[in-house]
């Protein structure tokens, strides 16, 4: 099976966040940068089930030209390759705009005989969380979707419609997923191909090995200029929250404050007797 | 008419976060509908979007919006009477079949259905009020804003970096599609309606079950753990300070004093220490307690984001300059192995 990852090089923040001139973005320069945390969950996926399936992972980002790092470093953990569509101002893309140009790359490349049976993404970008990216291509790609998956793995006889839910179920390739719902853990079963936004969770992202990272710096990045954005981004502008001063009033040091802190616990009425 | 999603649990009652958004529904209701088709501003240097139609609601402010629900499953009583008091003048009720397995396609399309051509839809910034709110934006070509916490009119303001900053943005469009975030208003009451029970016989496309739950297991304690995590009015928190995974005696000790839960930080799940069902943060669950006890965590901000609701924190911390320490209410610096049996100690000397 050929997977296709969508990662985004998203700053690595920690503490307190400072705005550009514009106030239109954050200013990242003196932060690192990372891939959110639920796309290193879908490299692992990815690798794991392209594995099982002997088949192969591409990762892809849209973004400035040092994302090729986020790239590389899903090679050093077991991608093959990588795509680059290259843009210095990532914040003029909206959602909708990131997703048709995914659906582009995804078409084109099945044009060219790569064909990618999934598509894995995040279930929502560490900086602007926008929750949508994955859904707005499975449409564009006219491709079921499933989103908060934590673990998945191919089957052979898949789709719906053999739990008696009317759906479609030819049994053909396909994977099972598994996501968290309200009332347990939810199991759905859906032919290939399929975009899937993975959540954190359901697997432990793996560490590089020597030999990953010395492949990783030798791995083809195919690399694209990024369109104009058609839709753009609804952005006005991004404000930080007040400043606060602290207010705490400190207990005590150590098991002698303890007593002071079960006052607190009692007057709150949470102590159950 | 703004739409909003109303999910309940298992009991058939109003979930918490439906009813924060049915609340902010009605306390913004004019903001929402005047920003309605409002092309979005564009920063300087930016070129302007295309398509967007600069109409005027038709139910403008103050021939006053009606706030109305959508509720797919079964509607209880207790439900009806809850959306009542939240000030629901109508709800749109779906029971079909084929929308017990959730299927999001054909739960979104039903939504779609009945959602008005001007005006807002919304939901809670749930995992399945996220999706939802995704597809119907696609299905009804607008955009769609996550995690919404106010509205004015220049815009709506939404968390990102998992809220440690705010992204102003006008959506333009007739219909506008948002989430809101977790805890960002409470639930109010107010005169009493009596909703209009509105019964929807739906065709559903075969086409939308392609993503069918086929089964659930209930067994499994993951989905247990996080409701009792959300819904808990005490929660302890633990982190790296723990130092391992048999050294959460204490804390769990406390968890049962205050028939609590447990809630963990990134670095505990990471390590394998405890279940990521019990992660609270951007990744994790969005908790708000009466009180937060956090032991050993320092504040990141990712943690910081799921602990915005709660209405008193306390922090064990050996760090006094920790974030955590720095907003918190009450602290205790000191190990809090130490600390925290002794307060276990306390409390069963206090109430036997
Ligand atoms: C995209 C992204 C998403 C994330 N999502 C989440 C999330 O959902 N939830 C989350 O929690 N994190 C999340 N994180 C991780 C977050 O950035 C922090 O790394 C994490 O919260 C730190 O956990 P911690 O406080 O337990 O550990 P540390 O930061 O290592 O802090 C340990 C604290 O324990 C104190 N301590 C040590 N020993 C003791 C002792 N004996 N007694 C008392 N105190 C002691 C220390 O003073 C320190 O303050 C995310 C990160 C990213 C990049
Ligand atoms: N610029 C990008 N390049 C590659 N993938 C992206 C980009 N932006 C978003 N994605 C993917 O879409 C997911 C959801 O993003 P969002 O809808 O913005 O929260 C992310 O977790 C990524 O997997």
Redesign the pocket.
Same mark, same amino acid.
């Given at each position: 099976m050929d997977i296709l990852v969508? !990662?985004?090089r998203v700053p690595d923040i920690s503490g307190r966040i400072t705005l550009d001139d514009s106030a239109t973005d954050i200013d990242d320069r003196s932060l690192g940068h990372t891939m959110?945390a639920?796309?290193e969950c879908?490299v692992e996926l990815a690798i794991q089930t392209a594995a099982d399936t002997s088949g192969s992972v591409t990762v %892809? &980002?849209? =973004?400035p030209a040092e994302a090729v790092e986020q790239l590389r470093a899903a090679v050093a953990v077991g991608a093959k390759d990588g795509i680059l569509i290259e843009t210095d101002d %990532?914040s003029a *893309?909206g959602?909708e705009d !990131?997703a048709s140009i !995914?659906g582009d790359i995804v078409r084109d490349r099945a044009e060219q005989g790569q064909t990618f049976d999934l598509v894995l %993404? =995040?279930?929502?970008?560490a900086d &602007? =969380?926008? *929750?949508?990216? =994955?859904i707005r291509l499975a449409y564009d790609l006219d491709y079921p979707v499933l989103t908060g998956i934590s673990t998945l793995h191919a089957v052979e006889g898949a789709g719906a419609g053999d739990a008696g839910a009317g759906g479609p179920g030819s049994g053909g390739p396909g994977v099972e997923a598994r996501g968290i719902g309200p009332s347990g853990t939810e199991i759905f079963s859906l032919e290939l191909p399929a975009v899937i936004?993975v959540q954190e969770g359901g697997v432990d992202p793996r560490y590089p090995s020597i030999t990953g990272r010395m492949k990783a710096k030798k791995a083809r990045i195919t690399e694209y200029d990024a369109p104009e954005p058609g839709t753009g981004n609804p952005r006005i502008g991004l404000e930080l929250p007040p400043e606060t001063t602290s207010s705490v009033t400190i207990l005590g040091e150590g098991p002698d404050a303890a007593p002071a802190l079960v006052d607190i616990l009692e007057e709150i009425g949470v102590i159950r007797s | 008419m703004t739409l909003v999603f109303v999910e309940t649990d298992e009991g058939g009652q109003v979930q918490l976060t439906s009813a924060e958004a049915v609340t902010f529904a009605r306390t913004n209701a004019d903001v929402l509908a005047g920003l309605v088709g409002s092309p979005p501003e564009q920063p300087p240097g930016r070129s302007a979007t295309s398509g967007q139609v600069a109409q005027r609601p038709q139910g403008s402010s103050d021939e006053g919006v009606t706030v109305e629900a959508a509720v797919i499953g079964q509607l209880t009583d207790a439900a009806t009477e809850q959306l009542a008091r939240l000030g629901v003048e109508t709800i749109h009720h779906l029971e079909h079949p084929e929308l017990e397995a959730y299927s999001a396609a054909a739960w979104a399309q039903a939504l779609v259905d009945i959602a008005p051509e001007t005006g807002t839809v919304m939901a809670s910034g749930t995992p399945r009020g996220m999706e939802l709110m995704a597809h119907v934006a696609v299905r009804t070509g607008q955009r769609m804003a996550a995690n919404v916490i106010a509205a004015d009119a220049d815009g709506l303001l939404r968390q990102v970096l998992g809220g440690s900053a705010f992204e102003r943005l006008a959506l333009g469009g007739d219909l506008q599609v948002l989430t809101i975030a977790g805890h960002a208003c409470s639930p109010e009451d107010t005169t009493a309606t009596t909703p209009e029970v509105i019964e929807y016989e739906l065709e559903i496309a075969v086409e939308d079950l392609r993503t069918a739950v086929v089964r659930t297991e209930v067994e499994t304690t993951d989905a247990a753990d996080a409701s009792g995590l959300t819904q808990a009015r005490a929660v302890v928190g633990a982190g790296r300070g723990v130092g391992s995974e048999n050294g959460f005696g204490e804390v769990l000790e406390l968890v049962n004093h205050l028939g609590g839960a447990l809630g963990v930080s990134r670095v505990v799940t990471g390590l394998g220490w405890r279940p990521h069902s019990e992660q609270v943060g951007q990744t994790g669950s969005r908790i708000s307690p009466d009180v937060y006890i956090a032991c050993g965590i320092s504040g990141a901000i990712q943690h910081m984001a799921g602990i915005e609701g709660a209405k008193t924190l306390i922090a064990i911390n050996t760090d006094e300059e920790s974030t955590m320490v720095q907003r918190a209410d009450y602290a205790i610096i000191g190990d809090l192995h130490e600390v925290v049996g002794a307060v276990n100690e306390e409390i069963r000397t206090r109430h036997g």
């Open positions: 969508c !990662i985004k959110s639920h796309e879908a %892809l &980002t849209l =973004g %990532l *893309f959602p !990131i !995914i %993404l =995040g279930n929502d970008a &602007t =969380g926008d *929750f949508q990216v =994955g936004a | -």
